[in-house]
């Protein structure tokens, strides 16, 4: 809520951003099994960005939970 407040909050705005604008990619999303391998693609690269970018304490936290996301969608669509 809000303007960012630090590099960390830049970094989940822009992450916020892509996925609004570049849709389907919705929270629900994050372990969906179904997505298509460009959806997937997507999502990974724009949780990269955001764990890359918020650097510091946020961006560990943010890679134990977006690395796990990425680690799924990676290995669901390894066969596709």
């Given amino acids: 809520m809000g303007p960012p407040g630090g590099q960390g909050d830049w970094a989940a705005s822009v992450h916020d951003y892509n996925f609004s604008t570049n849709g389907p990619i919705t929270i629900g999303s994050y372990f969906n099994p179904t997505l ?31 690395g796990v996301v990425n680690a799924f969608q990676w290995y669901m669509n390894s066969w596709k």
């Fill in 36 to 66: 298509s391998v460009p959806t997937a693609k997507a999502l990974i690269q724009s949780n990269n960005n955001l764990i890359r970018n918020a650097g510091g304490v946020q961006g560990v936290k943010m890679g134990l939970f977006f």
